[in-house]
């Protein structure tokens, strides 16, 4: 029963990949939708709409993923 360091690495990596994307990686993506919105551009509507629908995906499946994480996941 020895303490198996790579199953720690791999444990703190995947917590930090799900915290910045959907912890820090949401707000990264709603501000580039506001100043993409706020551009004026040609078909920055639509961009600031995609970036917009993706942010709330983001939102939904961190909220599925914290009910139900442990059916998803069985851990």
Do not use: N, W
């Not at 791999?10 to 799900?18: D, F, K, P, W």
């Not at 993409?36 to 983001?58: D, W």
Request: glycine content about 14%; hydrophobic content about 65%; charged content about 5%.
């Amino acid at each position: 029963m020895g303490f198996d360091l790579g199953a720690l690495a791999t444990a703190i990596v995947s917590v930090l990949a799900v915290g910045l994307l959907l912890g820090a990686g949401i707000p990264v993506v709603y501000a580039l939708a506001i100043r993409s919105l706020e551009s004026h551009r040609p078909g920055s509507t639509a961009v600031a709409g995609l970036l917009l629908t993706l942010c709330a995906l983001l939102a939904i499946a961190g909220i599925v993923v914290i009910v139900f994480g442990k059916q998803l996941f069985g851990i």
